[in-house]
């Protein structure tokens, strides 16, 4: 079993940055890929960005060019690094990891809001 717990989400306002981190426990070595999605009120889970085992990153074309996502293997935690941030990107994050055995393991969400 794989357990996450994010940190980070805050209020910021338009142009500002934040850090989303995430940290892993449990059976880390299982983990295939992470990913972080959000979430707004009556809307599905978007994906956002996704770095897999091997370090490659894909994002969702939202946020091209304004997120980076990154992973410290020696403290099992994955980052999202948010920059000019925009009230669109205002939601719920949630971070997610798909083990080899293809077990979903989900975080608690943590709150982003971005307004002035």
């Known amino acids: 079993q794989v357990q996450l717990m994010e940190s980070g989400g805050s209020l910021v306002q338009p142009g500002g940055s934040l850090r989303l981190s995430c940290a892993a426990s449990?059976?880390?070595?299982?983990?295939?890929?992470m990913d972080w999605y959000r979430q707004t009120p009556g809307n599905n889970r978007e994906l956002v960005a996704t770095?897999?085992?091997?370090?490659?990153?894909n994002y969702a074309d939202s946020v091209k060019g304004r997120f980076t996502i990154s992973r410290d293997n020696a403290r099992n935690t994955v980052y999202l690094q948010m920059n000019i941030l925009e009230p669109e990107d205002t939601a719920v994050y949630y971070c997610?990891?798909?083990?080899?055995?293809?077990?979903?393991?989900w975080g608690q969400g943590t709150q982003v809001t971005v307004s002035s």
């Open positions: 770095i897999t085992r091997g370090g490659t990153t």
């Open positions: 449990g059976s880390t070595r299982s983990i295939n890929y």
């Open positions: 997610h990891a798909m083990t080899f055995s293809h077990f979903n393991a």
